[in-house]
């Protein structure tokens, strides 16, 4: 620069000393990049200028911060460029300074969209953050005549501190990012170990990574036993109740990937030939995470945007990586922890079963055996031995509900019983809900052995129409079922207190 130059510069320097102290004030990324594009314009003359964003893996643009355009301007011009055409396009491919007298003599300038603001001078720099190239600066329309040489060395002297302050600013903003991942980790795991089911367990991931990500759904897969991969959990603003059950069919494209439990990242699912489902209309960019912890696979996290969505960066990625592996990490320990509470629950029943048939069972059949002798020996009024018959056969019926009452505790009581005792068992549990009462239930005979599948399923369908009948009567308040095994064959007997009672026998 010729003392000439500096001497017309000189004006502009202190500018030029306020643009650069500004720029880096603002540590919220946002804020940082539209403060330099209105900083540029102002240093250089420009009316109209712009900052746009170069993702480095595509090399296109991903956003654009605008000065000197009007509401009604961006709304006339519609969506913005890309990056893939003309002078923009130019700065992306081969990032150095250009400065044009007019751009509309320069015949790689194309595809500027109806509705632009008419536009002669041109100026363009590359914004580098330390070696990448986080963006271009484009001026255009220089106020009084067309940009000099003292605009390109203002521009890129303030384009070099613009890349220290948005390093700055890209760290705090990853910091913040990270913090944010973090914590809704951490709320995920706390939630998960407060004892959930493990369907909410699934939306609860799904949910709070969907906020995460600012993703217009977030949604959990799960492989089927066809060997596909289907939705069980979803959260989106709205009603999710389409997205569940939604399966991507086996031999999709995806699906290796997923099974293997490798991430796929995809751009526009609504295009892209490997998304196959019929949901993926809606959406754009996405990102399909595996949900795996100790080489065990629970199942995939997908979160896609919708259609026109900003890309998801690198950060973006792997911070909701680390979310997916510790979310699956966590839904095993709860899982691990419901097992732990089963188990306990179990043993704690097998040892009420194991006391009530040690004390209380052997006490009362003892007790049986004393009265039923006493009563034998009795030399009284037949009343006096009818009474004491009586008080043997109440305590024979206490002995056999009892029974029935360990029997059930030894059942698993989340399963469906696999024993005809148990579906017995499970059949007058279930009625006693609409009754009111548990309905006395007395096992005679080896009934599991004995009765096989046919008359079992006769016997249930016997004892739930007697059962539903018993219910319409509301002078009913007792209900007696007995199953028996004799040696002629199965046989079900269900008697009510009504007056007069009412008996259902099967055979």
Known sequence: MSLTDRDA????????????????????????????????????????????????ERRRLTALFTAGLTEAERTRIGDLPDGRTGLIGVLIQDPRPLRLDDLTAD?????????????????????????????????????SGTFTEQDESLLRVLASQAGIAIGNARLYETARQRERWIEGAAAVTTALLAGRPAADALTTVA?????????????????TGEGGMEIVAASTPDDPGDLVGTAIAPGSPV??????GEPVFIEDSATDPRMTTHVRSRFGPSMMLPLQSGGKLIGTLALPRRRGGRPYTAVDRLLASQFASQAALALVLADAQHNRERLAVYEDRDRIARDLHDLVVQRLFATEMMLESTRRRAAGSAEESSLLGRAVDELDSTIQEVRTAIFALQQPPAEVPASFRGRVLRETGGAAALLGFQPSVHFSGAVDTLVDEADAERILATLRSALAAAHRRPEVRAITVEVSAPPRGPALRVTDDARPPTTVRWP
């Open 255 to 260: 699906l290796e990937q997923l099974l293997g």
């Open 9 to 56: 510069s000189a004006p502009r320097l202190p500018t030029l000393l306020h643009a650069v102290l500004s720029v880096g004030t603002d540590l919220e990324l946002r804020a940082t990049l539209q403060h330099i594009v209105d900083s540029a314009t102002e240093l250089t003359g420009a009316r109209y200028g712009a900052l746009g964003i170069v993702d480095p």
């Open 207 to 223: 949910e709070q990574a969907r906020l995460l990500a600012d993703a217009s759904a977030g949604v959990v897969l799960q492989p």
């Open 107 to 143: 015949p790689r300038s194309s595809g500027v969209p109806e509705g632009h603001p008419e536009m002669r001078s041109f100026l363009g720099v590359p914004i580098r953050v330390h070696t990448e190239v986080f963006g271009n600066l484009y001026l255009t329309e220089k106020r």
